[in-house]
Structure formats: structure tokens, C-alpha cells
């Protein structure tokens, strides 16, 4: 009985759930043609109480947040960044890092971040954009859920389904050893 008590510790402790923030919309390239960029995102607050959430974003530009200092539990919010490029960085790329901290928890979105002159600014004639834009609207809302799924994985999430994976091999493990004896 005393190893089944075991059992269910191991289990209990594989399976805790400790929630992170879900990062939706947000890019994974950045490009700036010598003007600021606007972008907006949504993010996901999992936990069962209200918690307050923090923005950053780690790249060489100027940073503007506007976001609601807490999220409902259970809700999304809306998060805007306006960024500003420097003009010295054209023609330069780096790796930008979004930090996301809802409550205790803290999400991480990497996105290339690429400098061009205003000259290289592709040009796109009107019929042309507004056919991408219906092209990429159906993109996204097949692939919606696919995306969520993989942005929303992250170490601790990882660390878990090893564990899990863990305890099960122990468990058959020990089944087997005690249907052996009996």
C-alpha cells in the first residue's frame, strides 16, 4: 500500500501544471524601413487569478508598451509595441527577444529584427496587396491552432512531458516487478 502512496506522489508531482503566458500574432521578422513599426499581439493569461503582466522587448530600437498592467484569469489582452529603429543600423540584422511576464511566469519569443534604407522598401500595387492580405487571413486561420500549440511550449513544458514520461517508465517498471512476486 505504501507504494502505491509512492506512486501517486510521483505522479502528482510530474503532472503539476504551472501555467505560461500564450503568446499569439506576434512576428518572428521585423523589418523596418527607416520608420517606427506598430505591432500588436495577444496574450493569454492561463492561471485561475488575476495576474499582472510585464512586456519587454530586447533589440537595438526604441521601445513603447502599451498594454493593461493585469490580466483576468482565464483572459486575453491586447499588447501594442511601437518601435523605433535607429538610423545608424541599416543594412544590420540582430535577434530580438520578446519577454512576456504573466504573474510568476515568463515567456520568451524570439524575432529577427533587419534594418533596411526607405529606398529598398518593396513597392506593392493596390490589387496585388489586397489579394495577399485575403491569402494570408486563410493561412493563419487554418494554422491558428497549430501555432498556439507550438509557441506555448516552452522549457518548463518540455521539463514536464519528461517527467512524465519518467514516472510512466518507472511505474510499468514497478508493476512489473510486482506482478512478478505475486
Same mark, same amino acid.
Given at each position: 500500500? +505504501?507504494l502505491f502512496?509512492?506512486?501517486?506522489?510521483?505522479?502528482?508531482?510530474?503532472?503539476?501544471?504551472?501555467?505560461?503566458a500564450?503568446?499569439e500574432?506576434?512576428?518572428?521578422s521585423i523589418?523596418f524601413?527607416?520608420?517606427?513599426?506598430k505591432?500588436?499581439?495577444k496574450?493569454?493569461?492561463p492561471?485561475d487569478t488575476?495576474q +499582472?503582466?510585464s512586456i519587454?522587448f530586447?533589440?537595438?530600437? @526604441?521601445v513603447?508598451?502599451?498594454a493593461p498592467?493585469?490580466?483576468?484569469a482565464?483572459?486575453?489582452?491586447?499588447?501594442?509595441?511601437?518601435?523605433?529603429?535607429?538610423? @545608424?543600423l541599416t543594412g544590420?540584422?540582430?535577434e530580438g527577444i520578446?519577454i512576456?511576464?504573466?504573474?510568476?511566469n515568463?515567456? +520568451? =519569443?524570439?524575432?529577427?529584427?533587419?534594418? =533596411?534604407?526607405a529606398?529598398?522598401?518593396?513597392?506593392?500595387? @493596390?490589387?496585388e #496587396?489586397?489579394?495577399?492580405?485575403?491569402d494570408?487571413?486563410?493561412f #493563419?486561420?487554418?494554422?491558428t491552432?497549430?501555432?498556439?500549440?507550438v509557441s506555448g511550449? #516552452?522549457?518548463e513544458?518540455?521539463v514536464?512531458i519528461v517527467l512524465a514520461v519518467?514516472?510512466?517508465?518507472?511505474?510499468?517498471?514497478?508493476?512489473?516487478r510486482?506482478t512478478k +512476486?505475486?
Amino acid at each position: 500500500m +505504501r507504494l502505491f502512496g509512492v506512486l501517486a506522489i510521483m505522479l502528482a508531482v510530474c503532472f503539476s501544471y504551472s501555467a505560461f503566458a500564450a503568446i499569439e500574432g506576434f512576428p518572428s521578422s521585423i523589418t523596418f524601413y527607416e520608420e517606427a513599426q506598430k505591432i500588436s499581439f495577444k496574450v493569454t493569461n492561463p492561471a485561475d487569478t488575476m495576474q +499582472r503582466e510585464s512586456i519587454e522587448f530586447l533589440a537595438p530600437v @526604441e521601445v513603447l508598451v502599451s498594454a493593461p498592467l493585469n490580466i483576468a484569469a482565464g483572459k486575453d489582452a491586447n499588447a501594442l509595441l511601437t518601435l523605433t529603429p535607429r538610423k @545608424e543600423l541599416t543594412g544590420q540584422t540582430y535577434e530580438g527577444i520578446l519577454i512576456v511576464k504573466v504573474g510568476t511566469n515568463e515567456t +520568451r =519569443k524570439s524575432a529577427t529584427v533587419i534594418f =533596411k534604407s526607405a529606398q529598398e522598401k518593396p513597392v506593392v500595387p @493596390e490589387d496585388e #496587396n489586397k489579394s495577399n492580405i485575403i491569402d494570408a487571413n486563410a493561412f #493563419n486561420s487554418a494554422f491558428t491552432g497549430v501555432v498556439s500549440f507550438v509557441s506555448g511550449i #516552452n522549457s518548463e513544458v518540455a521539463v514536464d512531458i519528461v517527467l512524465a514520461v519518467i514516472v510512466i517508465i518507472l511505474a510499468i517498471a514497478l508493476f512489473a516487478r510486482i506482478t512478478k +512476486r505475486i
